[in-house]
């Protein structure tokens, strides 16, 4: 599906204290850096704000005054997009993902149906307490940009507007997300902290971590199969000693990377490295076993 998308990251985040937002860190990435991950495959992305390093490549725009509000920030985004469909997106939500993005783009779009004037204007995100999610939400473009300009010319500027002047005049439809903290913002230093605390939890610390580590490394084609990779580390921390765990899941990287080099499936030759890793560490712990050591050889006697 072709979209643009549009992310906002101009706030005065005065419950922060006036902190930068978008560059706070959760999960030891920048909330705007995770937000530009889940709509990684936008078309073109347009990020309201003012400048700064990100993971990848963005469009720049600034509203008009700097600071003036989120229409006027949609305002300024919308002009440097293209596409019949948009993306618009707050710069702190740190747990949306790409399946969500897809939900809303789906929905948009009408289950890829075409662009009509039949559709409704957009899609909103609606939280899990029942509120609707402006910042959180794909929109036609054409009726965003004609209330935009109707806006513009009934208050001769955009300056401060509040969304609800613009999405009262849009006819928008809502989903709800499968996952329950899409839509989680952090507008305090307690939001944060609670981002931060559940981006730890038991259940989810491996899958968030391995997701910042593979954005980090810029690795997108290969999945990592967890368990498969932890019984290895087990079986060469058991079988050979400790440090070797961390040695050989390295050796094991090193060596599916050569593999997909020669044209094999990333995947295969992860599990392929695996596989043989696991079986040395199995060999090497079996020498230490006497039962595995073969029978004992008598011991020679003098003669006389």
Do not use: N
Not at 68 to 88: K, N, S, Y
Not at 190 to 211: K, N, Y
Not at 251 to 266: I, M, N
């Amino acid at each position: 599906m072709t979209y643009d998308a549009i992310v906002l990251a101009g706030g005065a985040a005065r419950r922060l204290g006036g902190a930068d937002k978008p560059a706070l860190h959760v999960g030891g990435r920048a909330l705007l850096d995770r937000v530009l991950d889940a709509c990684a495959d936008a078309r073109a992305t347009v990020v309201v704000g003012a400048r700064r390093a990100t993971a990848r490549p963005v469009r720049w725009a600034r509203e008009d005054p700097p600071g003036g509000g989120p229409v006027a920030a949609l305002d300024a985004g919308l002009r440097q997009t293209t596409a019949e469909l948009v993306l618009v997106l707050s710069a702190d939500l740190p747990f949306l993902d790409r399946d969500t993005v897809h939900a809303l783009l789906d929905a948009a779009a009408s289950d890829g149906a075409p662009l009509d004037a039949t559709a409704s204007d957009g899609v909103l995100l609606r939280d899990p307490d029942g509120r609707d999610q402006p910042l959180v939400a794909a929109y036609r473009t054409e009726p965003l940009r004609r209330e935009l300009a109707l806006l513009a010319t009934e208050h001769g500027h955009l300056r401060d507007l509040p969304l609800r002047a613009l999405t009262a005049e849009l006819d928008l439809a809502t989903i709800t997300a499968a996952a329950p903290l899409a839509s989680f913002d952090c507008d305090t230093w307690e939001d944060l902290a609670a981002a931060r605390a559940r981006i730890r939890e038991h259940g989810s610390v491996l899958e968030q971590w391995i997701t910042a580590a593979k954005t980090e490394l810029a690795i997108e084609d290969v999945d990592v199969d967890v368990k498969t990779l932890l019984d290895l580390a087990r079986d060469a921390a058991h079988g050979v000693a400790r440090p070797a765990a961390p040695l050989t899941t390295f050796l094991v990287g090193y060596a599916a990377a050569r593999a997909e080099a020669a044209g094999t499936d990333p995947a295969r030759a992860v599990a392929e490295a695996s596989r043989k890793a696991a079986d040395l560490a199995l060999r090497w712990a079996a020498e230490t076993d006497p039962a595995q050591s073969g029978p004992v050889q008598p011991e020679e006697t003098g003669s006389g």
